[in-house]
């Protein structure tokens, strides 16, 4: 043992609480609502009022999270802060991905031992004590709340910022911490997102404004309300694509994005993964909806299904679960959206009830030229949703050059209109970013009022199309020549047979 861990483990606070009795906790800054505001329905993600943060936890935990917050304290006093987040982190991993409220619930009861990690924590910046080929206390720990933070609703994230806020010095050189967080993002952008992000407001909140400072040039403040917020206009949406595997979720986070989109799948064995044809492993369905969850953004479910193509009864219940797994995760419906055609719209439908009255009923437009006959089927399906908002989902190449009247027919003063592109269409070509900037302002000026989801051409699209033109043209000019020398051909024997 290090002299350093002896000196911490013989602290004069000490995190353990006594054995069969409540652990002693912190009173929260504000009385926990009794329900959460409206828009919110579940306890676990509400959002507060404008400017403020969500109360600690709630007061009223069960028993299994007391009995853990126990194991997390005793591995505290046995192997110190590592030790300590290392059996949290086991703790909360072994529950279903999306049992927030559980993982709240424990962060509450763990509390004191979590203070005391901060303290240790803050101990070593200001100390200026690094890790070790042996130990690698700063680097485990924080990876560990990391992880943690990713399962945690608005109250847990905002626990686990502030017992690492107040443990830590106002300093502007944070040593090894911000070092650690920084690397993180690399193969965990979310849990770094999460926890960097709430340590920040903590510290902006606690009047650390030198540490803030230091901290946030890697990490924005978390905002407790979410990415995406009730009441927010679907125009202001940035979406990223197919956001399949932890990669490109990770992608997602570090570009700031409000919405995510996944291609929903079956897999081979059973259960439900997002896919798309990637070679990195796949995130199971359950595990993407909770990461969306902690992040607070919107969810785009892109119902493929491609095992159940062929055959509507099982695809249908495969849709009618996939609803129940949405519903049961405790997702707000303001931050969803089914992505369907009409008759698995129809399977949602059923399979909602009443539930998840806000979450946006994603029609797609069959492919082809936009025409007055899909104007007057698209009236049928608004219909159909009513009183759903729906979104009609139409492909960049089919209403590029769509007239302005004819999307304002299309909208039908109850839809908005979204867009989506095939990077891999060698037709219509969007070769520059610039270029994803310029046809997204124009389509918002003929009308288009929903999520523009339109993303710059492969490279190989590009060629192809460039090629594609070179051979047009040269066809082109060989029909032109062909024509010249036949009608001159032409002229010849005429010339000659009126001689």
Known sequence: MSWYDSVRRQAPVVAKPLKNETPATPQPQEQAPTQGPTGMPTRD????????????????????????SQQVADAYLKGGAMAATTKLRELVQAQPALDTAYVNDLIRMSQPTLQQVGADMGFRVSKNKDDSKTSNITHDTLNALAQVAERAGPEG??????????????????????????????????GAALLGGAT?????????????KELQLDHKPLDYQGQWKPGQKLSEANSAHATNTQSDFNKAVEEGKNWVEGDLQMKKEGGMEMS????????PFQEWLAKGKALGVGMKIDVKLDAFKDDPVKKEAAVKEMVNQVVASGIPSERLMFSVNPTEARWVREALGDKLPNAIMGVNVPNGELT??????????????????????????????????????????????????????????????????????????????????????????????KSKALYEGAKDVASDVKDSVVSGFKSTVSFGKWK
């Open 157 to 190: 994230q905002k626990a686990l910022g502030k017992a690492l806020a107040d443990g830590l010095p106002d300093n502007n050189e944070l040593n090894q911490f911000d070092d650690v967080l920084k690397d993180m993002k690399a193969k965990n952008a979310l």
């Open 45 to 68: 993600e509400f959002v507060t009022a404008p400017g403020k943060g969500p109360n600690i936890l709630p007061m009223d935990v069960p028993p299994l999270a007391q009995q853990h």
């Open 372 to 465: 007055n006959q899909t104007v007057e089927e698209m009236k049928q399906h608004i219909a159909d949703n009513a009183p759903r908002p729906v979104s009609l989902i139409v492909r960049y190449m089919d209403i590029k050059n769509a007239s302005p009247e004819l999307i304002q027919a299309l909208k039908n003063e109850k839809a908005t209109i979204s867009v989506w592109n095939d990077p891999g269409d060698i037709s219509p070509l969007i070769e520059q970013a610039d270029d994803v900037v310029s046809e997204t302002k124009k389509l918002k000026e003929r009308g288009v009022d929903g999520m523009v989801d339109i993303r710059k051409s492969d490279s190989l699209a590009v060629a192809a199309g």
């Open 200 to 212: 920040v407001t903590e510290l902006q909140a606690s009047g650390k404004t030198k540490a803030a």
């Open 276 to 283: 798309h044809d990637e070679f990195d492993p796949k995130l």
